[in-house]
């Protein structure tokens, strides 16, 4: 039996991870997760979330099994939509105002709280390098979250800017729309106003 159970882990992974909580569900103990990764099969990547050891890690991907509130925003969305030449130094993550996780400080994650308004605002998917999907805010959201307060990045603003100026894809409606629900409205048209 004990072997079947391993088999089924091993052979169960979303995108080569696997939780306490799916194995437990299927009625497995999980001591035979300890006993995978004594014998190498697999890493514990955290507390409950574990990894084949032959896989690679995919950072964003974990951190989203992690926090599966947090969305991510800011230049690390922008970084995934192919809007940012800049790997993340440090991954911008969105969460709910009342989300409170102790462990996410331990994290190379910057946090940005919002009110559930906003937080649900432009909620969409991206592929990681790895090739896993993750949940991000749309093009338009992240470009709005850019310009939002002093820590805001000067160089991967303008940089994104002037790409979603050029994009046949852009919406320059919804980009309005958002930045005045987001209260960034007078620097996007600003910018706006020069590109077009």
């Known amino acids: 039996m004990r072997e079947e159970n391993k088999e089924w882990i091993l052979n169960n992974t979303d995108n080569g991870i696997i939780t306490s909580k799916a194995v437990t569900e299927h009625g497995i103990h999980r001591s035979v997760l300890s006993e995978l990764v004594k014998s190498g ?3 514990q990547c955290s507390r409950g979330i574990y990894m084949l050891a032959d896989e690679w890690e995919d950072e ?9 509130r947090g969305i991510f925003s800011h230049a690390t969305a922008l970084y995934l939509l192919g809007y940012s ?4 130094l440090m991954f911008d993550m969105t969460f709910p105002t009342k989300y409170n996780s102790a462990t996410i400080k331990n994290e190379n994650v910057s946090v940005t709280r919002v009110n559930d308004n906003n937080y649900e605002l432009g909620i969409s998917t991206a592929e990681t390098p790895s090739g896993n999907t993750v949940q991000i805010y ?20 303008q940089y994104a800017m002037k790409k979603y100026a050029a994009s046949k894809q852009k919406d320059i409606n919804k980009l309005m729309r958002y930045a005045k629900q987001l209260r960034v409205e007078p620097k996007v048209r600003k910018y706006m106003e020069v590109l077009l």
Do not use: N
């Open 138 to 157: 749309d093009l338009e959201r992240s470009l709005c979250d850019i310009m939002r307060g002093s820590t805001e990045d000067i160089q991967t603003a």
């Open 85 to 88: 030449e800049r790997v993340p």
């Open 60 to 68: 964003f991907y974990l951190l989203q099994q992690k926090y599966k």
């Open 41 to 43: 099969e697999l890493i």
